[in-house]
């Protein structure tokens, strides 16, 4: 089970390569982002893998908190890149 778990945390690496090769070839800011959730989710996804390999409860938290703020990160960069129309139509 523990050379498993290795494994598949090492295979999810290459989303995570892919993730950071999106980030730097992407034409526009949406795409970044996408990038930065999936390489959030990948990440995350690893160490809950070595967590469940080295025993280590730690790393679940640290898990934990990087996929509240990806999440957090996702909802400002909406909010930020594209503002309520309705709104601001209304201010007018």
């Given at each position: 089970m523990k050379y498993?778990?290795?494994?598949?945390?090492?295979l999810m690496?290459l989303?995570?390569?892919?993730?950071?090769?999106?980030?730097?070839?992407?034409?526009?800011?949406a795409?970044r982002i996408?990038a930065?959730?999936?390489?959030?989710?990948?990440?995350?996804?690893?160490?809950?893998?070595l967590a469940?390999?080295?025993?280590r409860?730690s790393l679940?938290?640290?898990s934990?908190?990087?996929s509240?703020?990806?999440?957090?990160?996702?909802?400002?960069?909406?909010?930020?890149?594209?503002?309520d129309?309705?709104t601001?139509?209304?201010a007018?």
């Open positions: 498993l778990c290795l494994f598949f945390a090492v690496l989303p995570a390569g892919a993730a950071v090769w999106r980030m730097y070839l992407g034409p526009n800011a795409d996408m930065i959730q999936v390489l959030g989710t990948t990440v995350t996804a690893i160490l809950v893998l469940l390999t080295s025993e409860n679940l938290d640290v934990l908190v990087l509240l703020l990806a999440a957090v990160t996702a909802v400002a960069f909406v909010q930020r890149a594209w503002p129309t309705e601001d139509l209304d007018d």
